[in-house]
């Protein structure tokens, strides 16, 4: 296919790919300029106003003016309150639980390894980002404090201080948010969508009127297919979006990057375009115009369908492809009510939840905890037994990087140690040997200051793939001169603050990437199969009697297939950094796996839609027959996933077909079982069952054809 074969370059020049990659993710892109220098005043009003007041962990606040979120100034007002209240809490927890732990050491210990473990639980069940990184954050910074020969009256006034330190970062975060940006709720998770949207429409409208497109397309193009939408997805699990709302908007989120992809493989093509071509690209940028303007005007895009019996020509392949995606992405949204459910209200917070709905029920969080409890406690045991106090910035960098790394890959690790060797080493101590000697003012500093910050927001502002380096970077530079409210003049504090934050690093690496862990592509490989079981198992459901189990097994299982999902795609970006004789093979697997992703995630929405039905919930009963009939419907199409999932595994065709006349003998039913029935409201009912159903059947059946011809092609 024309994917894998862009991907497959950077198979013979690694050094060509990862320059070209590195361009495509430094370069500027609307809004980027704007969210650096916001992310700037904010770090250094906060640097300003704790090293006047001499106000301690001051690196503590600064860091934090770069992790919160900015993308919504509203929510970023409301998460304010949450990181201190948070914070508060996590103090408070501290203190006094260390009242009855602080005279026996192996309490003391026992308790310490405890917290580590909550802190990473919190890490990955959390469903609030900002309060997972308050809860860390104060128990990565106050559990070393707690460990000096001092007073009780001193840590617990460091401890308070470290409250402050935090209310003065989100007040002065959340207050220059206010002053500079004005948007509706919801824009921060339509306008990366219209943004691609409109791209994708430019590059049609090319292709409709005859003519290449300019260079600007090309690269708005290129760069969006780069970018991906990883960050569109972590904003919207960070949103206020109720659950059921979320899983159709990070279903078109996925489609709509699939969409960009597709568009990126056409650019580099050059075809002579036939008269029927160019009408189909027409047809299609209409609709994305449609599409595109209705997501704008907060109003349910209408459903698209388009004419498959045009003449076959070489672009029809990826022209069908992305008419088909188009054609998905309204059909996630039919039967909806108003965009408007779609997006987080100021007023209406229904459905948030404080822990995730697997928290209990899917392993990966326990087994999540307990790889990063094992390494900061091994960083903790460290630091202690060569009595080296000034290396516990270890335990801080294990949390701080466990908030980026839940699926964990080796390009994460890499980005790590360069920023730690950036942020501290090349410019941390860097400057305390040719820069510093020479400043005698505030000013000085202050230039500095804002130069790194600058440096660090624009790595942090781009795609997940690299944004991690200028976190690391910030962090490291912080830790080494926002400590003390004086410059320098020895380098072992430096020393010993990147000392620790790589004894962090190597830990998280030896833990997550080596003891606990296979290649990004067997990991891939293994959450999509795994996502195929589990929605074999999503669809059928309910398996008890009982409604009120039965709803809670769904949306624990709808959240696993979810999280599932996500996790899958950021393997998939993974693989990308992962070298050697079987890479080839690896990105073909990533781009087929890429492929099939938005549509196993539009089945998944389209099962969870008809949930409602399974469950029987009010409005949506079905007579007795009928239900006996889905569910033979159900099961089999269950065990056709779980087949795709074993032929996946072995590498070996093995698929049984879907039943052509199981879905034509249910429909045959629910038409009888309606037929009689007068009321329109009855019809209309038929009308949209039937409707999902077959694109239920349509989907498993593509799905299952697409991944059985790639096993006849290898094998």
Same mark, same amino acid.
Request: glycine share 6%; net charge neutral.
């Given at each position: 296919?024309?994917?894998?074969?862009?991907?497959?370059?950077?198979?013979?020049?690694?050094?060509?790919?990862?320059?070209?990659?590195?361009?495509?993710?430094?370069?500027?892109?609307?809004?980027?300029?704007?969210?650096?220098?916001?992310?700037?005043?904010?770090?250094?009003?906060?640097?300003?106003?704790?090293?006047?007041?001499?106000?301690?962990?001051?690196?503590?606040?600064?860091?934090?003016?770069?992790? @919160?979120?900015?993308?919504? =100034?509203?929510?970023?007002?409301?998460?304010?309150?949450?990181?201190?209240?948070?914070?508060?809490?996590?103090?408070?927890?501290?203190?006094?639980?260390?009242?009855?732990?602080?005279?026996?050491?192996?309490?003391?210990?026992?308790?310490?390894?405890?917290?580590?473990?909550?802190?990473?639980?919190?890490?990955?069940?959390?469903?609030?980002?900002?309060?997972?990184?308050?809860?860390?954050?104060?128990?990565?910074?106050?559990?070393?404090?707690?460990?000096?020969?001092?007073?009780?009256?001193?840590?617990?006034?460091?401890?308070?201080?470290?409250?402050?330190?935090?209310?003065?970062?989100?007040?002065?975060?959340?207050? @220059?948010?206010?002053?500079?940006?004005?948007?509706?709720?919801?824009?921060? +998770?339509?306008?990366? &969508?219209?943004?691609?949207?409109?791209?994708?429409?430019?590059?049609?409208?090319?292709?409709?009127?005859?003519? $290449?497109?300019?260079?600007?397309?090309?690269?708005?193009?290129?760069?969006?297919?780069?970018?991906?939408?990883?960050?569109?997805?972590?904003?919207?699990?960070?949103?206020?979006?109720?659950?059921?709302?979320?899983?159709?908007?990070?279903?078109?989120?996925?489609?709509?990057?699939?969409?960009?992809?597709?568009?990126?493989?056409?650019?580099?093509? #050059?075809?002579?375009?036939?008269?029927?071509?160019?009408?189909?690209?027409?047809?299609?940028?209409?609709?994305?115009?449609?599409?595109?303007?209705?997501? &704008?005007?907060?109003?349910?895009?209408?459903?698209?369908?388009?004419?498959?019996?045009?003449? $076959?020509?070489? @672009?029809?392949?990826?022209?069908?492809?992305?008419?088909?995606?188009?054609?998905?992405?309204?059909? @996630?949204?039919?039967?909806?009510?108003?965009?408007?459910?779609?997006?987080?209200?100021?007023?209406?917070?229904?459905?948030?939840?404080?822990?995730?709905?697997?928290?209990?029920?899917?392993?990966?969080?326990?087994?999540?905890?307990?790889?990063?409890?094992?390494?900061?406690?091994?960083?903790?045991?460290?630091? #202690?037994?060569?009595?080296?106090?000034?290396?516990?910035?270890?335990?801080?960098?294990?949390?701080?990087?466990?908030?980026?790394?839940?699926?964990?890959?080796?390009?994460?690790?890499?980005?790590?140690?360069?920023?730690?060797?950036?942020?501290?080493?090349?410019?941390? &101590?860097?400057?305390?040997?040719?820069?510093?000697?020479?400043?005698?003012? +505030?000013?000085?500093?202050?230039?500095?200051?804002?130069?790194?910050?600058?440096?660090?927001?624009?790595?942090?502002?781009?795609?997940?793939?690299?944004?991690? %380096?200028?976190?690391?970077?910030?962090? *490291?530079?912080?830790?080494?001169?926002?400590?003390?409210?004086?410059?320098?003049?020895?380098?072992?504090?430096?020393?010993?603050?990147?000392?620790?934050?790589?004894?962090?690093?190597?830990?998280?690496?030896?833990?997550?990437?080596?003891?606990?862990?296979?290649?990004?592509?067997?990991?891939?490989?293994?959450?999509?199969?795994?996502?195929?079981?589990?929605?074999?198992?999503?669809?059928?459901?309910?398996?008890?009697?009982?409604?009120? +189990?039965?709803?809670?097994?769904?949306?624990?299982?709808?959240?696993?297939? #979810?999280? #599932?999902?996500?996790?899958?795609? *950021?393997?998939?970006?993974?693989?990308?950094?992962?070298?050697?004789?079987?890479?080839?093979?690896?990105?073909?697997?990533?781009?087929?796996?890429?492929?099939?992703? =938005?549509?196993?995630?539009?089945?998944?929405?389209?099962?969870?839609?008809?949930?409602?039905?399974?469950?029987?919930?009010?409005? %949506?009963?079905?007579?007795?027959?009928?239900?006996?009939?889905?569910?033979?419907?159900?099961?089999?199409?269950?065990?056709?996933?779980?087949?795709?999932?074993?032929?996946?595994?072995?590498?070996?065709?093995?698929?049984?077909?879907?039943?052509?006349?199981?879905?034509?003998?249910?429909?045959?039913?629910?038409?009888?079982?309606?037929?009689?029935?007068?009321?329109?409201?009855?019809?209309?009912?038929?009308?949209?069952?039937?409707?999902?159903?077959?694109?239920?059947?349509?989907?498993?059946?593509?799905?299952?054809?697409?991944?059985?011809?790639? %096993?006849?092609?290898?094998?």
């Amino acid at each position: 296919m024309a994917s894998i074969a862009q991907s497959l370059p950077a198979a013979n020049n690694p050094l060509a790919w990862l320059w070209q990659w590195l361009r495509d993710e430094l370069t500027p892109y609307p809004g980027r300029l704007a969210l650096v220098a916001r992310m700037v005043i904010s770090a250094t009003l906060v640097m300003i106003i704790g090293m006047t007041f001499r106000i301690p962990y001051t690196w503590q606040g600064a860091v934090y003016a770069l992790l @919160v979120s900015r993308e919504n =100034p509203r929510a970023t007002v409301k998460s304010a309150a949450t990181i201190f209240l948070v914070t508060g809490i996590a103090a408070a927890y501290i203190i006094l639980s260390m009242k009855l732990v602080i005279n026996s050491p192996p309490l003391h210990f026992l308790w310490i390894i405890t917290t580590f473990f909550l802190a990473f639980y919190a890490i990955s069940t959390l469903t609030n980002y900002l309060a997972a990184v308050a809860f860390v954050n104060a128990v990565a910074a106050g559990i070393p404090l707690w460990d000096r020969h001092v007073s009780a009256e001193t840590n617990v006034e460091d401890t308070l201080w470290l409250c402050l330190a935090v209310l003065i970062a989100v007040v002065v975060t959340g207050a @220059v948010e206010l002053a500079v940006v004005r948007r509706r709720p919801g824009d921060e +998770i339509l306008s990366p &969508m219209t943004e691609r949207l409109g791209a994708v429409e430019d590059l049609l409208n090319c292709y409709a009127d005859g003519c $290449a497109p300019d260079l600007a397309t090309q690269q708005k193009i290129e760069r969006l297919s780069m970018v991906g939408t990883s960050m569109l997805r972590q904003i919207l699990r960070r949103s206020n979006v109720p659950p059921q709302y979320s899983v159709a908007i990070g279903g078109v989120a996925v489609l709509i990057g699939r969409l960009v992809d597709v568009a990126a493989t056409l650019t580099p093509l #050059n075809f002579g375009f036939s008269v029927s071509d160019r009408t189909r690209f027409r047809v299609l940028a209409s609709s994305l115009a449609s599409i595109r303007r209705d997501l &704008m005007n907060r109003e349910i895009p209408a459903l698209v369908q388009f004419d498959t019996e045009t003449e $076959a020509t070489a @672009v029809v392949p990826l022209l069908g492809e992305m008419e088909h995606t188009v054609s998905l992405i309204t059909e @996630v949204f039919a039967g909806s009510r108003s965009a408007e459910e779609y997006l987080p209200s100021p007023n209406n917070l229904e459905g948030s939840t404080l822990l995730s709905r697997d928290a209990f029920v899917n392993p990966d969080h326990l087994l999540f905890a307990l790889k990063g409890g094992l390494a900061a406690s091994l960083c903790y045991v460290i630091y #202690n037994a060569i009595a080296w106090p000034g290396i516990s910035t270890a335990v801080t960098t294990c949390m701080l990087t466990a908030l980026s790394t839940i699926g964990a890959s080796r390009q994460k690790q890499v980005l790590r140690v360069a920023g730690a060797l950036v942020g501290g080493f090349v410019i941390g &101590m860097g400057s305390q040997i040719f820069i510093l000697p020479y400043v005698d003012s +505030i000013g000085g500093f202050l230039l500095l200051f804002v130069l790194v910050t600058g440096l660090s927001a624009w790595f942090l502002t781009s795609s997940p793939r690299l944004s991690y %380096f200028g976190v690391q970077v910030a962090l *490291a530079f912080y830790l080494v001169h926002l400590e003390e409210f004086k410059i320098r003049t020895s380098l072992g504090v430096a020393r010993d603050r990147v000392v620790g934050i790589l004894l962090g690093l190597f830990m998280m690496w030896l833990i997550f990437d080596r003891l606990w862990s296979s290649p990004a592509s067997v990991e891939m490989k293994r959450a999509f199969t795994s996502t195929l079981r589990l929605m074999a198992q999503f669809a059928r459901e309910p398996l008890s009697k009982d409604r009120q +189990i039965a709803v809670g097994r769904s949306l624990a299982l709808r959240e696993t297939i #979810n999280s #599932n999902l996500d996790k899958a795609r *950021a393997l998939a970006d993974g693989v990308l950094f992962e070298f050697g004789p079987s890479r080839r093979r690896n990105l073909e697997v990533r781009s087929y796996i890429r492929q099939w992703q =938005p549509q196993l995630r539009t089945l998944f929405v389209m099962r969870n839609a008809s949930l409602k039905y399974r469950l029987q919930l009010p409005g %949506f009963e079905l007579p007795q027959s009928v239900r006996l009939l889905q569910q033979a419907y159900d099961e089999r199409s269950a065990r056709v996933l779980e087949d795709l999932a074993d032929q996946i595994e072995s590498n070996s065709r093995q698929a049984r077909p879907m039943s052509e006349d199981s879905f034509g003998h249910l429909e045959q039913k629910l038409h009888a079982c309606y037929a009689k029935e007068e009321q329109p409201v009855a019809e209309a009912h038929i009308r949209s069952f039937i409707t999902l159903l077959r694109g239920i059947d349509g989907l498993t059946t593509s799905l299952a054809e697409e991944i059985t011809i790639e %096993f006849d092609r290898t094998t």
